[in-house]
């Protein structure tokens, strides 16, 4: 994804930004090297979905859950799940993986740790089976590009973001296809209430979400089958957006690269924060989902704009800043480009504090110029919605304009129900008229918007990007475990999580030095 030119307006000193980015990288190396030296049960599952293992038994429960437990309940999974997996087959456990992994469920099956030979038969065979799905991903990526060039992209920036889920995948398609008549340009299915916390995923369409539809494979297929007609009707792409976050990041990531889908909810940190998950869990999780993402050609969006509905918007600016360099070091480390890189901020200064406007220009210009060929994602407000409807309608407007004047790329459709109820369709319409009436109304604003070069908006960028640096140096400060300490502390969304806490701790395990992963070898050696 490109992003247009934008005039740069706050005159950010060049050596305080490499400061602030050697800083981050500093914090985050150690991150990466914890994540490097485990893997996890989602990891493990990817791979086999990779492979092409699809499918649940009877009551419900993935064949990969089934056979990644039955592997770990053997042998563990320090090694990895593919040795001893393709070396029962090689075996003669069984024909194929289905078959295989019913026999584990069943427990006819035993497994072992290959040595010599045997493992490296298990290795090309399992590198052979995954392959296969890599190159999956390749040819959806390549179909993506060739619809881009034929159908077009959205003529203007922003691009319009509208959020649809009824809980009920067949519902949700008429109204994608509604909102993208109506102007979104990139339609996101949320998911179902509760399903971060599921150890695994749903197979098949689904009707039962709550507050939001169940991430699935099938669900994923007929969404992007439906966008692809309404993108063919208006003749430009409609993107797709969903949710690799929770216990599933890797698996969800996979799928979704395997469906075609655009764009995917990936924060290095939010699955710590706003659903108590292991921090060593997370951080094993994105880094191989990310990497996934690369091969995929996925815009990822990240999710500090959650900061801001805890901790105070101007008060806390800077650790939403922190977080963005962060999310950019981890993402660039497992192969993603600035252009995938959706880094998230909010629209959250409570509106009746004075020059909360000016306040809002300074922190969207902040993360404009941080990250200048990044498609920031800039979100609606929601704290501070109160059921007004008529106020919550002008302060989305107050939103769009910040997202015009600071060259924002991705900009959410704010509601003015928010904080009232699940918006109707009604309320969409509106809200789009909104965003239209703004953009339309503005055109190339950003071309004129000349803030003084020492003025308000400029002192109180450096200000917070001041206040970054001074907390990623607390941070370094602290060694080896310094993120993880300050993500213990509540540093970040005022929600304290410590290392050994959170759910999904029992699904990590330490490599052993003869660990082997497939998948992981294909993507870092493209990378």
Not at 175 to 182: G, I, N, P
Not at 446 to 463: C, I, S
Not at 473 to 497: P, Q, V, W, Y
């Amino acid at each position: 994804m490109s992003t247009t030119a934008f005039r740069r307006h706050l005159d950010l000193d060049p050596a305080t930004v490499r400061k602030a980015r050697t800083l981050a990288r500093r914090a985050g190396r150690p991150i990466v090297t914890l994540a490097k030296a485990h893997t996890t049960v989602s990891v493990e599952r990817a791979v086999l979905r990779l492979a092409g293992l699809q499918g649940a038994d009877p009551d419900g429960t993935p064949w990969v859950n089934r056979l990644v437990d039955a592997v770990r309940n053997d042998v563990g999974l320090e090694h990895g799940a593919a040795l001893p997996v393709w070396d029962a087959m090689a075996r003669g456990a069984a024909d194929d993986l289905p078959g295989l992994a019913q026999k584990a469920a069943a427990g006819s099956v035993s497994f072992r740790i290959p040595e010599g030979a045997a493992a490296r038969k298990a290795a090309r065979s399992a590198r052979r089976a995954t392959a296969a799905g890599v190159r999956k991903i390749d040819t959806r990526r390549r179909e993506r590009d060739r619809l881009i060039t034929r159908l077009g992209d959205p003529p203007q920036r922003p691009w319009i973001y509208l959020i649809v889920a009824t809980g009920d995948i067949y519902e949700d398609i008429p109204q994608a296809q509604a909102a993208a008549r109506e102007g979104a340009d990139i339609v996101a299915v949320i998911r179902s209430t509760g399903q971060s916390l599921l150890d695994y995923v749903p197979e098949g369409a689904t009707r039962e979400g709550f507050a939001g539809t169940y991430a699935t494979q099938e669900n994923f297929r007929l969404m992007r089958t439906a966008l692809d007609e309404v993108s063919r009707e208006l003749r430009r792409y409609v993107r797709l957006t969903n949710y690799a976050s929770g216990l599933c990041m890797p698996e969800i990531a996979t799928l979704a690269g395997l469906e075609r889908l655009d764009m995917m909810l990936n924060d290095s940190m939010y699955g710590i924060l706003f659903r108590d998950i292991n921090p060593i869990r997370t951080f094993v999780d994105q880094r191989f989902s990310r990497q996934v993402h690369a091969r995929a050609g996925i815009v990822i969006n990240t999710g500090e704009d959650n900061y801001l509905t805890n901790a105070d918007a101007v008060e806390h600016a800077h650790t939403v800043t922190v977080s963005q360099l962060l999310n950019e070091y981890f993402a660039k480390e497992a192969g993603l480009v600035d252009g995938q890189l959706g880094l998230g901020h909010a629209f959250e200064i409570d509106p009746a504090r004075p020059e909360s406007f000016r306040l809002e220009l300074a922190h969207a210009l902040l993360a404009r110029e941080l990250f200048p060929k990044a498609p920031l994602k800039w979100m609606p407000p929601t704290r501070h919605m109160n059921g007004d409807v008529f106020r919550g309608y002008l302060l989305d407007a107050f939103f769009n304009l910040a997202g015009v004047l600071t060259g924002q790329q991705i900009l959410l459709v704010g509601m003015m129900t928010e904080a009232v109820v699940t918006p109707w369709l009604s309320d969409r319409d509106l809200a789009l008229q909104n965003v239209r009436y703004v953009l339309n109304a503005c055109g190339n604003l950003h071309e004129d918007f000349r803030p003084a070069p020492d003025g308000f908006l400029a002192q109180r960028a450096r200000q917070v990007l001041a206040e970054a640096i001074d907390l990623l140096e607390r941070i370094c400060a602290h060694g080896s475990g310094g993120l993880l300490d300050a993500i213990a502390d509540g540093t970040f969304g005022l929600m304290r999580r410590p290392a050994d806490g959170g759910r999904g701790l029992d699904g990590v395990a330490a490599k052993a030095p003869d660990y082997y992963n497939p998948a992981a070898e294909i993507l870092e050696e493209d990378q």
